[in-house]
């Protein structure tokens, strides 16, 4: 087994096709755009980016035993079903010498067969992809990443069902990403200051209020802790929440049991519109009727000619269970209730009509 060290430019990676002679031991493209976007940042910014290995295989071809990803990169222009709008960005740079002369270390290696196996899978093995938070750990070292590290590894049960529970930091970044957009950036401006006296204080205080209006449902805490935060500039809001916790954990349960949950645009929304009532005094605390009060609807509804379907009390037209929808009479927003007397089935477009009145 014996290697050497060279460098080439991509022009010389590029032209000679023969490096890219494809081997079952690779993987396919795998990169996305985020990814292919840093490589030809990277490039472009004359950082350098790690080796590439090859393996000579003496007959004048040579198998990529790692880097096929970059190489694919590369020659994306070749290939146009990979160009998405990220890296159009980068045609035009792709088509300058600077692309082309930038070099890259490439590592050579020949020997026997099994070598070549046993090569392959040690540079595989070896090369532990780092996550997010250990990649911040080694650039923002300091007492709050260290603090942080060492919260996310000791993590209290409680904590763990809103964040998770490993080892590497995974469950400290699914924190830090309710109280910020752009992780990094506070890891980098944040990296002197406290996590003990600082951040991990407003998270506990967001676990405990989440957990209190929450914590017998148990469902999607991560979620439900968002929308807490968001409202915790509104504290008659959070304490309404808190008087109401029984209340609004038994109409989760019953719309969760219906279903409903699992039908609405996300879930985030879906708890937004449940927990809205709790913010305006005089609307009724049930937003959304049940699956089963639909059915009660649609059973005294006249009956259509085609077997299980039933009439629009508007058009007259003929419709599904699923093609109905259920009206609030008086509107919900304009203090109508959520019951049965104040409720009809109509078809979308009727109900759409309606809704525009
Ligand atoms: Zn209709």
Redesign the pocket.
Same mark, same amino acid.
């Given at each position: 087994m014996q290697y050497k060290i060279e460098i080439r430019s991509v022009k010389d990676l590029l032209d000679d096709k023969k490096y890219l002679t494809n081997i079952n031991i690779q993987r396919k493209y795998i990169y996305t755009h985020e990814q292919a976007k840093y490589l030809l940042d990277s490039i472009q910014k004359k950082i350098p980016i790690p080796a590439i290995y090859l393996w000579d295989n003496n007959d004048g071809t040579f198998n990529v035993l790692d880097g096929k990803q970059r190489i694919t990169v590369m020659r994306i222009y070749e290939n146009p079903m990979y160009l998405g709008s990220p890296i159009n960005f980068f045609i035009d740079f792709m088509n300058s010498n600077d692309f082309y002369n930038y070099e890259i270390p490439v590592i050579i290696c020949n020997g026997t067969e099994e070598e070549k196996i046993e090569t392959f899978y040690r540079i595989n093995t070896t090369a532990v992809k780092l996550t997010e938070f250990e990649i911040m750990n080694a650039l923002y070292q300091g007492p709050f990443v260290e603090e942080f590290g060492n919260w996310g590894e000791n993590i209290s049960p409680i904590e763990a069902k809103f964040f998770g529970s490993d080892r590497r930091g995974n469950n400290c970044i699914k924190a830090l990403s309710l109280f910020t957009t752009d992780t990094r950036d506070y890891f980098s401006h944040n990296k002197n200051v406290s996590f003990t006296n600082g951040l991990k204080k407003q998270i506990e205080k967001l676990v405990s209020d989440t957990n209190q209006i929450f914590g017998q449902y148990g469902n999607d805490l991560y979620i439900l802790a968002k929308i807490v935060l968001e409202n915790s500039n509104n504290p008659t809001t959070i304490s309404s929440w808190k008087l109401n916790a029984n209340k609004i954990v038994e109409l989760l349960q019953e719309y969760n049991s219906n279903g409903e949950l699992s039908v609405a645009p996300s879930k985030e929304s879906f708890y937004k519109e449940i927990l809205g009532c709790y913010n305006i005094t005089g609307l009724d605390s049930k937003r959304f009727f049940t699956r089963d009060e639909k059915k009660i609807l649609f059973e005294k509804l006249q009956k259509g000619l085609s077997k299980g379907k039933r009439i $629009? &009390?508007? $058009? +007259? /037209?003929e419709?599904s269970f699923d093609e109905l929808e259920i009206d609030h009479i008086k509107a919900w927003s304009k203090g109508g209730t959520t019951t049965l007397d104040n409720a009809q089935l109509? $078809? /979308? &477009?009727? +109900?759409i /009509?309606k809704s525009n009145k």
């Open positions: $629009c &009390p508007d $058009c +007259n /037209k419709f109509l $078809c /979308k &477009p009727c +109900n /009509k």
